[in-house]
């Protein structure tokens, strides 16, 4: 993604001309006293989750034994607690 740098008094007096630049895909960062302080940079177009078939097929028992839960998992919990 290309990207440019206005200062954000700058930013003000060409505020149309920074939303289009946005808009086709041009990352935007405003600086105040030569810091970057903001970054604009456009909404992806969809909104929608990927697919199913965009994220590939789960595969059975990838991360096995790399986690575990404890014997009295299922156990009340103590709501005794001092306070």
Known sequence: MLAKTVDLIEA???????????????EVILLANSQPVI??????STTQPPDAEDLGQRV???HEGQGWISE??????NTNWAS
């Open 72 to 77: 009295d998992f299922n156990e009340k919990l």
């Open 39 to 44: 970054r604009l940079m456009p909404i992806a």
């Open 60 to 62: 059975l028992g990838l």
């Open 12 to 26: 003000q007096k060409q505020f149309t001309e920074i939303v289009s630049l946005v808009q086709t895909g041009t």
